[in-house]
Each structure stands twice: as structure tokens, then as C-alpha cells.
């Protein structure tokens, strides 16, 4: 027997999914935000015991570990990144904080600008000057470097970036600018434009260098303590690691732009759902991650969720690199509730793992969203929790809301339950910007619903939302870590390149794909993903004349490497039509009589891998058993004896009408008023509003 193993390290908990043939097996335990990668080893000799193995023959037999993280989220979320310092080409020293005009609530007179990851202090720069053709217009000065160097020796920097102007067309200043810093500054992680975003324009590849120069360390070096530990216990074959486009890779391809790897853990959920979804039927996904600290929010169109390059603002700053589009929100089971200004809130502060909710009996003394669950009696402190790592225990919890309460004058249950409410409401609201931002009806989409929390909010929000029918898996607890098993292997790159469509350089755009097919080779080739299995994507973007955004499309698709026979003089021609095709299918018209530009190109490449199969099906419905037990619980209309009902007990077709708690092994389950679930043939839970299921 061989495995597959998907990892997602969160901030409270780290998930596993093993994949033995056809078989899922789901674990989770607690994060350990002292050295995360104790976690991961701790949950994989929990795998090994169950499978009966020791550590090490386990993981012998282990083709793939993949792994998705937050290091680099938690990292920007929490400002505790490396010192940072910033070397650019003289004038151009506060661009970064220009931030090309953009306010993320431009009515919101209050809102502090995000945090500087490099203050102006640490921001130094050098006479130098390349044109936009790659010409030098004049030489670098290298005393200047020099100086930048002992300045930001001085002010303990510890990570450098480099970003100078049209670096991405001819890199040689830049190259000379990082040898410098690795002599004068022995030690220091260096981050260079030209390999993070090698494209136009520059504050978005100056914005994203800084942000890799940022997390980078702390990314690194977690995942050399990973590959190290996984190393010693008996891995021998490479580490997959899942990245912010949707695509798995290897550590060394990381390691040349660790930024790529923010929000990689909540990109594999989404991969997960666009596979699950299309395999059931329901290619339109409104997709909802709720874990221990966070609460991540996604859109699923026609079965894909594809990745996005350009303006991703994550975290308030700009990240250039192709990201599959998540929302988040700081709204999870550990959120703190307290009074904010006379207002109860909710999050974004979060008890994390350590110490945890006051339940976990670890040392927490404010009240969370997983304290108000047990107050309400959705939560049991007499069952297992987090697959009985361990169970809830309900002292101080009272106490806690009590206390919260008397500040708004009432008891400890009315405020638990205005908690429950006010976190409902803050998911909902954030679904709701979301969707309308992208000119979506929630109405018209599908929910599906996963983390150790998601099933529990889920029906009520869809019931907020309009939506009627919501998807739960069976493997919803850890279904982030088991859509890193759905990832492929891919490498997803661009490069700029500016003209009118009538006057490209063919020959150039034949340079720069062959330059990313190289890349692409040499990296699925150091992985041992043979070429011919290869599927690349050649795309174009393309703008009119003013416009701040490009459209990327597809021009070709290839199987393998090293077919650029499409790259001739009938390309522009063919990349126009290519163009008004999908500017009309994005805005409903062209501009008659307006010749496009082309800004760049792109390479998408990927290898197909196993992916846990998917049983589509439901098996005629049939009421199940009666409940194993009853329990006072509060669903929104008041406290009142409720069915709980054990999910191992739960068959194909059984249905379970609301009011109504289904405990699984991982997560909880609550089929709220007006509402049934049932079971289908794969063992998930499609939950319906009772009278409108479609």
C-alpha cells in the first residue's frame, strides 16, 4: 500500500488527509505556533498509527506529502515579519507608499494606512537608470550600494529587496546590486524584482518584492525544519508545497519566491471545492472556510476557480503573483469576543491554538465563538472534540460571558448567543461585498461549506443569503488539506512585453515564452514529472491604449514543451480576435476603431496527478433513527431539547430534518430550523431549506 498525504497547517489546528487508493482517512490535531513543523510530524505519526506503522515505514511508503500553509498569511497578519530594508533607483524611494493612489475605503476619513514593512529610514536608494528598451542610460553607482548597505547593517535589517527600474528587461544592475548586498551583508535574505515579478508596472513588482523580502525568512526557514524533520523520519522524496495560484510545486522552486506560498492553505479548499462541485453537478460554487481563526470566502464559476495576476491585495499590500481569488475575514472559532467602544465585537483577534478558548483548559480567559458554541449547547463537553484529541470543558466559560454580559445588562446566555449573532452577521455581510463585487446573486449559487466550523454557520447563512441548498463533505474538517491532493503540479509565470497588437515583435514573444518553458522543464524535471506529460497554456494580455488593466486570455494550448510553431506573423492578427472575443464576454462591447496593446505574456503549465475520486449519487431518502441523545441548544429561536444525532450512524439516503445536531468525528453539523440534510452516496450532507430545494 502506498499514500498520498495533503497537509494544511492553520493557525489553530493542522489538518490531514491521507489518500490510500480510493480510500480517505481524515485527521487533525493542534497547531504549535513555537516551531509548526512539531505539528505536522506529531499528525503524521497519529497516520502512521492508525494505518499500524512505525514513522518511518509510513512514511517510506509515502509518494507525495503535499503541503499548504499560512506561515506567510499569519506572518503579514500579525507584522512579524523580518526587518526589512528597500533599495531602489534614486527617485523612486516613496512609491511604495504612493500605493498608486488606491484607499480601500476612501470614505473611512479614519483609516490608518497598513503598516510599513519598510519605513522611509530603510527605504534607501542609488543613482542608476535603465531604460525601458534595457539600454543603460547611466552606470550603476556601486560605492552608493556600498552605502545603502552600511545603513541598513546598522539598522539590523535582515531582509533586503531590490527593485529597480525595467530590472525585468535587463537585470544586470539588479544582479550586480544583490552581490553587493551578499558581501557587504553576509547572512541577509535577498529578494530581486526581476526573479519575484519579473513585469511592469513598477509599484506592483516593487510592492510584491517587498513583501516576499518581508515573510520570506520565516517561510524558508519553516520549510528547510520541515523537509529536515520529514528527512529524518524516513521521506526521501521531495515535498510538494501548495501555492497561492492553485498549483502544487517543489521546496526549490519555492524558496526563489516564498511568496508564493501566501494563502496557499486556503487555495487548496478552493481547488477541492471546484472538483467536488463538478463531480456532483453543481459547477457554481459559493465556497465558505471557517476554521479556528479565520473565515475564507471564494467563488467557484463553471467548475473553475482560475488564478488571477495582477492587482491582489492581500493583507493591504499589493502581491503581484497569480493568486486563486480568497476572501478573508478574521472570523473563526477562536475569535475573542469583547466591547469595542461600547459595541459587542467579534474577532479579529484570535485565541489561536495557544492558549486557545477558555473550553480547551489551557490558560484562556476570554471568551471565543467556540466558547459561545458550548454556552449555546451546539458544542457537548461530553463528546470528543477535534477527533478526541481532546474534550471541552465548560469552566470559567459561564463566567466568562457573564461578565461580557453584565457590560451590555443582560445574563451570560443572552450574550453568547448576541455573539453568535454578531459573528453570523459579520460572515454574511463579507459574503455579501464579495459577490456583489464580482456582479454575483448568491441566490443563484450553490454553498458549500468546509473547516472545523463552517458546517455549523453554514445553512443559517445561506438562509441570510438566499440560498437554498449547501454542500457539507464528509471531509469538510479537513478539506483545505485534502484539496491539496486535488492540486496538480503547475508553475504559472509571466513576462512583460509592450506594444501596439499590430506591431509586436514575434520573435521577442518566441524568446520570452521559450525563456518560461525553460524554467517551467527545469523545474518539473528536478521534481521527476516527465515532460511529456506537460499540459501549458500560452496566454496573452492585452489592453486599449489608457487603461490601467489588461485582459489575459488563452492563444494556445499545448501538450508538452517546445511547440512555438503558433508564434509566426499571423499571431497579432489572431491575438486581436482572441482579444475583442473576451473583452466583449468580460464587458459587453469593444472599442470599434481602437488598435489593443499587448503588456505581456504568460505560461501556464501542469502535470494531471491521482485525485481522490468523487461518488456522485444519492440513494432514495429514508428518515433516520431517532437521535442518539437530546441536548439544549439555542438555534436562533430560543432554547429548546434538540435531536443529536451521531454522523458514523448516518447511511446513504438517510434524512435528518431541523432542528437538528449531527456530531462527525471532526466537526459539527446543525441542521437549523426549516431545514433537512441528507445523506448521499459519498457519505456528504446536502443540506436543503425545506419547500425550495431546487
Known sequence: MSYRVGIDVGGT??????????????????????????????????????????????????????????????????????????????????????????????????????????????RLTVPERVLFDGSVYKALDEDAVRECCRRLRKQNVESVAISLIFSFINPAHEQRVAQIVAEEMPGVHISCSHQVLPRAPEFDRTSTTVVNAYVAPRVTSYIEKLVGRLKDGGYRRQLMVMQASGGVMTREYIDGSPIRVLASGPAGGVIGSAHVGTAKGYPNLLCVDMGGTSYDMSVVLNGAAPAEAGWNMHHRYLVGVPMVKVETLGAGGGSICNIHNGALAVGPASAGSEPGPICYGRGGTQPTITDALLMLGILSAEAEFAGGSFSLSRAGVAEAFQQLG????????????????VVNANMSQAVRRTVAGKGIDPKDMVMLAYGGNGPVFAAVQAEDLGIDRVLVPKASPTFSALGTLVANPGIDEERSYIAPADQVDVGRLKALWADLEARAEKYFADAELPRERITSKYQMKMRYPGQNWALAFDIRVNQGLGDLAFVDAGLPAQAIAAFNQRYTEEFGHVREGEMPEVTGIRLVTCVETPSPRVIRGTTAATVAAQGSSTRRTNLGTGYRDTPVFRGTALKPGHEVTGPAIIEETFTTIVVYPGWKAQVDDAGDYELTHVGKSR
Open 13 to 122: 489546528f493542522t489538518d490531514f488527509a491521507l489518500l490510500k487508493g480510493a480510500e480517505v482517512v481524515l485527521h487533525k490535531n493542534l497547531s504549535t505556533p513555537e516551531d509548526r513543523s512539531i505539528g505536522v510530524m506529531t499528525g503524521l505519526k497519529k497516520l502512521a498509527g492508525i494505518e499500524g506503522l512505525e514513522l518511518g515505514e509510513f512514511l517510506g511508503r509515502c509518494e507525495a506529502i503535499v503541503h499548504g500553509t499560512t506561515v506567510a498569511d499569519n506572518t503579514l497578519i500579525e507584522m512579524n515579519g523580518a526587518v526589512t530594508g528597500l533599495i531602489t533607483t534614486e527617485g523612486f524611494r516613496d512609491e511604495i507608499e504612493y500605493r498608486r493612489g488606491y484607499k480601500e475605503d476612501i470614505w473611512d476619513v479614519r483609516l490608518d494606512p497598513p503598516k510599513e514593512i519598510a519605513p522611509r529610514r530603510r
Open 406 to 421: 453584565t457590560q451590555m445588562g443582560y445574563g451570560a446566555e443572552d450574550a453568547a448567543f448576541d455573539c453568535w449573532r
